[in-house]
């Protein structure tokens, strides 16, 4: 049991809502506007170097820029398991 539920349940729950969301992700890639959206958002926050030195702060949005990507592409790519 997880939060009172099944953990099937939870887990079903859980495949459905990564679906929708790796539908919608997808979805960028069969439109001209939402590839030029993907570049965009590569070459604004796709660091090569994620460590500033001497600033903690910019290193860690740079960390936290890299992640988001990360699981846009992850959406993207998705499959059905």
């Not at 506007?33 to 500033?52: D, M, N, P, S």
């Amino acid at each position: 049991m997880i939060f009172g539920k099944p953990t099937s349940l939870v887990l079903d729950e859980a495949r459905e809502r990564i679906r929708k969301k790796a539908k919608v992700a997808q979805a960028l890639k069969n439109f001209p506007e939402g590839q030029e959206l993907l570049t965009i958002l590569e070459e604004e926050f796709a660091h090569k170097r994620l460590i500033v030195k001497g600033d903690t702060h910019a290193t860690y949005a740079n960390i936290g820029a890299r992640d988001v990507l990360d699981y846009l592409h992850e959406l993207i790519n998705h499959e059905e398991r």
